[in-house]
């Protein structure tokens, strides 16, 4: 298959080839990316791909780079040209890959709107969702996961963990459930095992998280995306919250895995070194009062926005099943 590496805004490419246009295998694997201090260098997003590496698979898959936008804040800061430029260094990068497209979205969306332009590229069965900076670090069957996942469809959302296989963290925590009752997070972290003939271990739990994971697109498209719409957030500040007991079976949320096992993934350092430069100076009291209201104000407001997704997800979750 030849790589379409041109970058492209929230368009299709227009020299992309039938064999691209037509490609049925299992999975795609999204990596998505934004700009971050070490910007416009590439170093952080090239490991990650590299990690690609580690998934085991006898089948070819598409590799689609989606570029988000960006924000407000990030322009004011001067980083439009840092920005073009780690574009351009991330089209070198790829040309010598000959199964990934890469897209840019034309402006700031989040996860969820990344994710969902995403999908808009995408015609395979499942999704395998990689932020830039969480490098895969074990080799996974990945024709296996698929194989069980396509068996035993309670394995809806299967996440590749950053932390030991132990419930710790926000598989150990508890989730309150509409505001009455507290469920016990480290109680449902429990190991399950996955159908013949691979019988691989999963790891049921009431964490949701964007870390990255496989789930069918039609999960992603309706059951987490389709509440957000076109609120800019990220999912897991919708759905970590909604992880209950009631809920997991339309959640379907687990970790691969045994219970012990060691991360499947790491965090690369790429937000806290390079280029990144603060807003313009808030030194004087005036302003020093007025971006701590601003602050305020966008804290309420999202609080506010997040309550509300909040409602719309666990209404489609009832809906889903009932």
């Keep these: 298959m030849r790589a379409n590496t041109s970058a492209q805004d929230d368009s299709l490419a227009s020299n992309q080839t039938d064999a691209d246009q037509q490609v049925t295998d299992a999975v795609t694997v999204v990596v998505t990316t934004n700009l971050i201090p070490s910007a416009p260098d590439t170093s952080v997003i090239a ?70 332009f995403a999908l808009r590229h995408i015609n395979t069965e499942y999704v395998l969702i990689v932020q830039h900076d969480l490098p895969f670090i074990r080799d996974l069957d990945l024709d296996a996961i698929i194989a069980a996942m396509r068996r035993e469809p309670k394995l809806k959302h299967v996440r590749f963990n950053l932390r030991s296989n132990f419930p710790d963290g926000q598989d150990g925590g508890t989730t309150r459930n509409r505001g009455r009752v507290e469920e016990d997070r480290q109680w449902f972290f429990q190991q399950h095992i996955g159908p013949l003939p691979d019988r691989l271990p999963f790891i049921r739990t009431l964490s949701w998280s964007d870390n990255n994971f496989i789930c069918s697109a039609e999960y992603l498209s309706q059951t987490i995306l389709g509440p957000i719409g076109a609120s800019r957030v990220a999912p897991e500040w919708v759905f970590n919250s909604l992880g209950t007991e009631e809920n997991h079976e339309v959640l379907g949320t687990y970790v691969f895995g045994a219970v012990g096992d060691p991360p499947a993934i790491r965090h690369t350092d790429g937000r806290h070194r390079g280029q990144s430069r603060p807003l313009p100076s808030t030194k004087s009291a005036n302003r020093r009062i007025f971006w701590t209201i601003r602050r305020a104000i966008q804290l309420e407001l999202h609080r506010a926005k997040i309550n509300m997704l909040h409602f719309k997800a666990q209404a489609s979750i009832d809906r889903t099943s009932a």
Aim: aromatic share 8%; proline share 1%.
């Design 47 to 116: 490991e990650t791909l590299k990690s690609l590496e580690h998934l085991v698979t006898e089948v070819s898959y598409r590799v689609l780079v989606v570029g988000d936008g960006l924000k407000t804040s990030e322009k004011l800061r001067g980083s439009t040209p840092r920005w073009n430029a780690y574009k351009k260094n991330l089209e070198s990068l790829l040309l010598s890959r000959t199964n990934t497209s890469l897209y840019f979205r034309k402006n700031w969306g989040h996860i969820s709107q990344t994710l969902l």
